[in-house]
C-alpha cells in the first residue's frame, strides 16, 4: 500500500444532515456534505482536496460532453452495530476503475487518491452512513474528460470525483424481466467489460421499451444470435438450476465483471453449491423451467444488492416464480448482509475499515 496522501479538507460551514429522513431514503437523491475532487493535467494528478459538495464549472466546449469520455464505480459503506464504518472491497472497484480507464484511454487513477481518498471523504461525513437494514452510503467515483476542445481524441486533462449518497434499496419488490432479443448492450471487442457511461445512455431506450410493457429491467442476450444471457441492465444475473448455479462467464468481454458477482460466487460455493461460469443458452432456460429445474433467478450489483425476479418473458414465454420460497438466494443475501454489518465474521477480509 502507498503513502497515504496528504489531502486537504474544507469543511461546510453548516451540515445538512438534520433535514435527512433517515426512515424514508430514496436511492441516489441524497447527497453528503463533502466531496473529493482532482485534476490531471500535463501527465500527473493534482489540486487533490475534499471539499463541500456542489456544482461544477465547465465550459460547453469540455470534451466529455461531446465525445464520452467517462466512467464511474459503484461502491457501498455500511455501519456496524457499534456504528464503525466500513467500506465494501474499495480495492476491487479500484482496479476495475483503472481498466475502464484503460479502455477509454484515460489515466489511471493512483490508490492514494481513489482509496485513501474515498476512506478519508467517508470519515468526514461518517455520521452520514445510515444504520437501518438494506440501507448504506452509496460511493460513486468518476472520472470525466475536461479539456476544452472541439476534435475527436482523447482529451489532455481530466477531473476524478467522489461523491456520497445515503441511499435505501434500489428495488423495493422482486422484479420482472424481458429478454431483449432486438437491441444490443455489448458486442465482443466492445466495451462491454468497461463501466463507461455510454454503456448506460445506449440501454436506456430498449429499457423504457421494456417498462412500457410492464417489466423492470430487460435481460441482455448476445449480439451476434441473440441466444445467449448476458446481463441485466443495472446487475449480473444468476439461474439456479436444479443444484447449480450458472451465471454467464466473462470470456467474450461483453459483461461487467461484478463485485457482487464475485462475492456471491464464493459464498454460493461456501455454501456447498455447485457454480458454473459458463455460456448460458435462453433455450437452457426455457427447457429448465418447463422441467420444474429452473428453482431461482436473481440479480447481483452494488446498487441492486441481492434482487428476486418474480417472472422472465421470452418471446410469448412467461416464466413466473413464487420468491416467497426461495432458499439459495434469500440464504446469500442474509450471509452478505450479515458479514456487511459485522454479525458475521469477515473471512474472507472484504471490509476495508474507515478509521
Not at 501527465?43 to 460532453?65: C, D, H, R, S
Request: glycine share 8%; charged share 25%.
Amino acid at each position: 500500500m502507498m503513502a497515504t496522501m496528504d489531502i486537504p479538507v474544507t469543511k461546510v460551514q453548516k451540515s445538512r444532515l438534520p433535514e435527512v429522513d433517515f426512515d424514508n431514503l430514496p436511492f441516489g437523491k441524497v447527497f453528503t456534505d463533502h466531496m473529493l475532487e482532482a485534476d490531471y493535467e500535463n501527465g500527473e494528478w493534482k489540486n487533490v482536496q475534499i471539499k463541500p459538495y456542489g456544482p461544477l464549472t465547465f465550459t460547453p466546449a469540455m470534451a466529455v460532453l461531446h465525445y464520452g469520455q467517462a466512467i464511474f464505480e459503484g461502491i457501498k459503506a455500511y455501519k456496524d452495530a457499534a456504528g464503525n464504518a466500513y467500506i465494501f472491497r474499495p480495492y476491487d472497484n479500484f482496479k476495475r476503475f483503472n481498466v475502464s480507464a484503460q479502455r477509454m484511454q484515460m489515466p489511471e487513477v493512483p490508490e492514494e487518491i481513489f482509496v485513501d481518498g474515498m476512506a478519508k471523504l467517508i470519515s468526514l461525513d461518517k455520521d452520514w452512513v445510515p444504520s437501518k437494514e438494506d440501507n448504506a452510503l452509496y460511493i460513486r467515483p468518476f472520472m470525466i474528460s475536461t479539456d476544452e476542445l472541439i476534435g475527436v481524441r482523447p482529451s489532455d486533462k481530466y477531473k476524478f470525483l467522489i461523491i456520497l449518497s445515503p441511499s435505501g434499496p434500489y428495488y423495493n419488490a422482486p422484479m420482472r424481466l424481458m429478454v431483449e432479443e432486438k437491441y444490443v448492450r455489448a458486442a465482443e471487442g466492445g466495451a462491454g467489460y468497461a463501466k463507461a457511461a455510454g454503456n448506460y445512455g445506449a440501454a436506456m431506450f430498449p429499457t423504457a421499451q421494456a417498462k412500457m410493457g410492464g417489466y423492470d429491467q430487460v435481460l441482455w442476450t448476445d449480439a451476434t444470435e441473440h441466444k445467449y444471457v448476458q446481463e441485466c441492465g443495472t446487475m449480473n444475473v444468476f439461474f439456479i438450476i436444479g443444484d447449480t448455479a450458472i451465471t454467464p462467464d466473462l470470456s467474450q468481454g461483453t459483461i461487467l465483471a461484478g463485485v457482487t458477482r464475485m462475492s456471491v460466487i464464493t459464498l454460493l460455493k461456501d455454501m456447498g453449491l455447485k457454480v458454473e461460469e459458463r455460456p448460458l443458452g435462453i433455450d437452457e432456460i426455457v427447457a429448465a423451467y418447463k422441467e420444474g429445474q429452473l428453482k431461482e433467478i436473481f440479480g447481483t450489483g452494488t446498487a441492486a444488492t441481492i434482487s428476486y425476479v418474480q417472472e422472465l418473458k421470452y418471446n410469448d414465454i412467461e416464466m413466473k416464480f413464487s420468491t416467497d420460497s426461495w432458499k439459495t438466494a434469500a440464504k446469500v443475501k442474509e450471509r452478505l448482509t450479515d458479514i456487511r454489518v459485522a454479525r458475521a465474521e469477515d473471512v474472507y477480509n472484504w471490509m476495508y475499515p474507515v478509521k
